[in-house]
């Protein structure tokens, strides 16, 4: 046997242990990415992106395989996903496309009704809004903030939710046709939130008030404008909270940190028992 032929038989040998270990390395990173897709996050039941997953809209992309995935910036409407993308959330692009005929519409009575998510990662939970496309939109426009109606909140303080979360709300009793439903479930240990649209064909329910009594189940309003301070939010200049009885503005970013218990050179200032003018 020659040296050259030795030399050939102890390339290929390598050759193979180079090949077989990039295979391996690939299916690894098949199977993590998997695990990560597996683990993530919530939808809403019916939800457009639901409703892709079950079969009933179709022409949809990969959000089949993964509906509780439409994750992107939280603190919407004031931050969050674009314009355009908040059905998306930037990431699903089928999901943003936008027509009167596009979607499967669920059919929606106004009045009391209860949405469910399911969720298959538990976050610490800062709220669930409901948000609803207002009379006059145009369903044939890609979705913006300025469509978008607050009418549903749900506030949870760091909570971490349960597998199902149900929601009571009342759905606005004073618009019929199709309208775009937007829930938004914001991350309190991350900056991100959770994105899901609700395509309803909606009637006007006879037995139901046009508008609720003011702190109906869901009530937006029932909070007032100040939010209690919780441990695992972020505070940024100028953020007013309540908290044991007083009213407390941050100087400066802050987390973690109780109001009345740093000190006066802390981040908190002391406003009063009433709320800032």
């Known amino acids: 046997m020659t040296a050259e032929v030795i030399i050939d038989r102890k ?3 390598i050759k193979m242990f180079l090949v077989a270990a990039g295979t391996m390395l690939v299916m690894l990173a098949c199977s993590t990415l998997f695990a990560d897709s597996a683990s993530a996050h919530g939808h809403v039941v019916d939800s457009r992106a639901d409703l892709c997953a079950k079969g ?9 395989y993964e509906p509780f995935s439409i994750e992107g910036r939280g603190d919407f ?6 314009d355009g993308k908040i059905a998306s959330a930037g990431i699903f692009l089928e999901l943003d496309e936008q027509s009167s005929t596009r979607w499967k519409k669920v059919n929606m009575k106004g009045g009391e009704h209860t949405f469910h998510w399911k969720i298959v990662a538990n976050h610490s939970t800062n709220t669930w809004d409901y948000y609803i496309t ?6 044939n426009q890609p979705l913006k903030r300025s469509d978008l109606e607050l009418f549903c909140r749900y506030i949870d303080d760091g909570a971490i939710p349960p597998n199902d979360v149900y929601n009571d709300c009342f759905i606005p009793n004073d618009r019929e046709g199709y309208y775009v439903i937007v829930a938004v479930w914001d991350i309190a240990d991350t900056p991100n939130a959770f994105y899901q649209v609700m395509d309803v064909n909606l009637s006007i329910n006879p037995n139901a008030p046009a508008t609720p009594q003011p702190g109906f189940p869901g009530d937006p309003n029932r909070f007032g404008e100040y939010l209690v301070w919780n441990t695992i939010r972020i505070y940024n ?12 503005e941050a100087l400066w970013w802050t987390q973690g940190q109780e109001p009345g218990t740093t000190g006066q050179h802390g981040p908190w200032k002391l406003l009063g028992d009433t709320p800032p003018q």
């Open 134 to 139: 207002k009379k006059g939109w145009d369903p």
């Open 56 to 64: 009933e809209n179709v022409n949809c992309g990969r959000i089949i």
């Open 11 to 13: 390339y290929s040998k």
């Open 237 to 248: 200049t100028g953020d007013v909270v309540f908290h044991n009885g007083q009213f407390w």
């Open 77 to 82: 409407p004031e931050f969050g996903v674009p």
